[in-house]
Antibody, heavy 120, light 106 residues
């Protein structure tokens, strides 16, 4: 079945880096836009970044621009999020999400989420 | 683009008709999506393009609106519908979400 499985979260010290992964299965990964959405504890959803293919420039929320890098490897059916210079405010559950088509911006499949805690 | 939902929370009962509103800070045509999220779970797409029901979503959910004002209606609330609902605009990046509306049992 269609599935997204995130990994790579954990407890990290401020200023360090982390790479999240999202393994996709059950659909033709290269045909769909993919996104990261985060949710800080007790708060709402925040779109973080999106990528449509391996050549088009990705998109980022202003709050993460310059520190986060989204990428994808279509040969491995995997989405990534590189997070540098981690801050306390980056503490959140990070979800990867699949666009329902190439670039509609509506996310029909979500992973279970991976928790990132930034703490010294 | 800022998305503002109202109310932030709502105490309701099984069988009630519920309407949640979402307002965009500028016109987004019909690029508006609705999600349901239950505690500890990932969000679930309910409606896309303002009024199109996602496959598998019960018909008691409906959406309407265009431009800046949108509504999500649940015609007869069921026990499994107590959750938090988010609107999201997909007109332009960043694809911003509303702050959420939490449906609570009265």
């Amino acid at each position: 079945q269609v599935q997204l499985v995130e990994s790579g979260g954990g407890v990290v010290q401020p200023g360090r880096s982390l790479r999240l992964s999202c393994a996709a299965s059950g659909f033709t990964f290269r045909n769909y836009g993919m996104h990261w959405v985060r949710q800080a504890p007790g708060t709402g959803l925040e779109w973080v970044a999106g990528i449509y293919d391996e050549v088009t420039n990705p998109y980022y929320a202003d709050s993460v621009k310059g520190r986060f890098t989204i990428s994808r490897d279509n040969s491995k059916n995997t989405l990534y999020l590189q997070i540098n210079s981690l801050r306390a405010e980056d503490t959140a559950v990070y979800y990867c999400a699949k666009d329902r088509r190439y670039d509609t911006g509506a996310f029909d499949i979500w992973g279970q989420g991976t928790m990132v805690t930034v703490s010294s | 683009i800022q998305m503002t939902q109202s109310p932030s929370s709502l105490s309701t009962s099984v069988g009630d008709r519920v309407t949640i509103t979402c307002r965009a800070s500028q016109s987004i045509n019909n690029y508006l999506n609705w999600y349901q999220q239950k505690p500890g779970r990932a969000p679930k797409l309910l409606i896309y393009a303002a009024s199109t029901l996602q496959s598998g979503v019960p018909s008691r959910f409906s959406g309407s609106g265009s431009g800046t004002d949108f509504t999500l209606t649940i015609s007869s609330l069921q026990p499994e519908d107590f959750a938090t609902y988010y609107c999201q605009q997909s007109y332009s990046t960043p694809n911003t979400f509303g702050q959420g509306t939490k449906l609570e049992i009265k």
